[in-house]
């Protein structure tokens, strides 16, 4: 066992989600975001699992670091940094080869001062077409794509947006303005360039379950390969009603919106033709499986008297005399102080709630009520496993539980995990039964 407390990454799990997302998207090309290290889920093991099994064709980074991390980790993968270099960094993303985004004058005059007409720096443009976080006007981008185009330091390698609400079925019209503005940009730069853009992309999570017009060359979901559906946390409608299935016979696809049917220009290439391909939306949330399982153990099992408190401030209060387990896992792991009194663990398939306060490195949890017989035994060992996040014995208690009780989301609770809870890299030739 790796210690006290530790997060069992299962590689295998990832493959098959990324499989049945790709299935999903008819074969199109998968960039895999391992950013923030890959979602909480160990950088480097999670792009060496991905490159050896060539279940993804790109990585995606936010940080130069993050590349070069994975250059020296020796994964030769292409990778794009999904947001502009800082021009100080530019020079060492190059020469790193990884593939930078640029969405102005400026970015793109930086970039090629790192390139040479001998080795071109690849770079994707990024359209702004309603997120407001980065990119080029959609109008713009003819403009920028030539510039791009007629440098012979550059190569345009790709062209980008990124959608805002796709999860969110309240925000399928400005989903479809958002590809609508985004196909006519992609018009406009093959026009201006007379070139096909190798790779048009759009599609996070939510645009690959929900939005078929949105997957175009290549699809850069991250929180669905990693186990999650997007929105989950906040969701009390059922299942069918979000996938937009209970209202259409066999409707796998979504109601195609009079916006999307009608973009200005058609691309030289139909980088969106989605015809006689596109899996099943239950089918794919059905195969999806959480990747990530933070493992610890009870370290230490007492009785706590009726009326005593435990743990910080005095927040929990024992009713009757009852067994509290003690596991060395705390805020300072990841697990939030926001799961006071809220969270719950699985130990032996059984849930078992936290009572009192998160401390930095230790959380108790509530085992069951004490009888006070003479012969009686503790419910659990010192030493028994704890499940934190994931599934044990058919109980599950999921990053989007978690981000749920934060009132966050589990994107969050994931990639709060600290640098200090080793990463274990397992193997699992078959889908757990939960
Ligand atoms: C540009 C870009 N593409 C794709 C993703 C993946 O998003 P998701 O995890 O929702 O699939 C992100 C994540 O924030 C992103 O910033």
């Known amino acids: 066992m790796p210690g006290e407390t530790f997060a069992r990454i299962d590689v295998d799990a990832l493959g098959r989600n990324l499989t049945a997302i790709r299935r999903h998207v008819g074969g199109r090309k998968i960039l895999l975001?391992?950013?923030?290290?890959?979602?909480?889920?160990?950088?480097?093991?999670?792009?060496?699992?991905?490159?050896?099994?060539?279940?993804?064709?790109?990585?995606?980074?936010?940080?130069?670091?993050?590349?070069?991390?994975?250059?020296?980790?020796?994964?030769?993968?292409?990778v794009l940094k999904l947001s502009p270099a800082h021009a100080d960094?530019?020079?060492?993303?190059?020469?790193?080869?990884?593939?930078?985004?640029?969405?102005?004058?400026?970015?793109?005059?930086?970039?090629?001062?790192?390139?040479?007409?001998?080795?071109?720096?690849?770079?994707?443009?990024?359209v702004d077409t309603g997120m407001r976080r980065i990119g080029c006007e959609p109008g713009e981008a003819a403009g920028l794509a030539r510039l791009i185009a007629t440098d012979p330091?550059?190569?345009?390698?790709?062209?980008?947006?990124?959608?805002a609400a796709s999860e969110d079925e309240h925000e399928d019209e400005f989903t479809a303005r958002q590809l609508k503005l985004f196909r006519g940009a992609v018009a406009a730069i093959e026009d201006a360039t007379g070139e096909a853009i190798p790779l048009v992309h759009a599609a996070n999570s939510g645009g690959v379950l929900r939005h078929p017009d949105s997957w175009f060359d290549l699809v850069r979901p991250g929180i669905l390969s990693y186990g999650y559906i997007p929105g989950a946390e906040s969701r009390r409608r059922s299942l069918g009603e979000w996938l937009g299935l209970d209202d259409e016979a066999g409707g796998a696809q979504p109601r195609p919106t009079d916006e999307s049917s009608d973009a200005p220009g058609?691309?030289?290439?139909?980088?969106?033709?989605?015809?006689?391909?596109?899996?099943?939306?239950?089918?794919?949330?059905?195969?999806?499986?959480?990747?990530?399982?933070?493992?610890?153990?009870?370290?230490?099992?007492?009785?706590?008297?009726a009326g005593q408190t435990v743990s910080y401030n005095r927040r929990w209060r024992a009713r009757r005399d009852t067994w509290i387990g003690t596991i060395p896992v705390g805020y300072g792991d990841g697990y939030r102080r926001g799961l006071t009194n809220e969270g719950e663990v699985v130990i032996r398939g059984r849930r078992h709630r936290v009572?009192?306060?998160v401390c930095m490195d230790q959380l108790m949890v509530d085992l069951g009520p004490a009888t006070g017989a003479a012969d009686e035994q503790p419910p659990y060992q010192a030493g028994?496993?704890?499940?934190?996040?994931?599934?044990?014995?058919?109980?599950?208690?999921?990053?989007?539980?978690?981000?749920?009780?934060?009132?966050t989301i589990s994107y969050e609770i994931l990639t709060g995990l600290a640098a200090r809870v080793p990463r274990v890299v397992v193997r699992s030739a078959h889908r757990p039964v939960v």
């Open 153 to 163: 330091r550059l190569a345009l390698g790709g062209v980008f947006t990124h959608l």
């Open 266 to 305: 058609t691309p030289p290439h139909d980088h969106a033709d989605s015809s006689g391909v596109g899996g099943d939306r239950a089918e794919l949330v059905t195969a999806i499986e959480p990747v990530l399982t933070l493992v610890s153990h009870l370290s230490y099992v007492k009785v706590v008297p």
């Open 33 to 78: 975001p391992v950013k923030a290290n890959a979602y909480g889920h160990g950088l480097v093991e999670v792009a060496r699992a991905v490159e050896e099994n060539g279940w993804a064709e790109w990585l995606g980074v936010a940080a130069v670091d993050e590349g070069i991390a994975l250059r020296e980790a020796g994964i030769t993968l292409p």
């Open 384 to 407: 028994e496993a704890v499940v934190l996040i994931g599934s044990d014995g058919g109980e599950r208690v999921g990053a989007d539980d978690l981000g749920r009780i934060c009132e």
């Open 89 to 126: 960094d530019v020079a060492r993303a190059v020469a790193a080869g990884v593939t930078l985004t640029v969405e102005d004058a400026e970015t793109i005059s930086a970039v090629a001062s790192a390139g040479s007409a001998e080795s071109p720096a690849n770079v994707h443009l990024k």
């Open 355 to 357: 009572t009192g306060t």
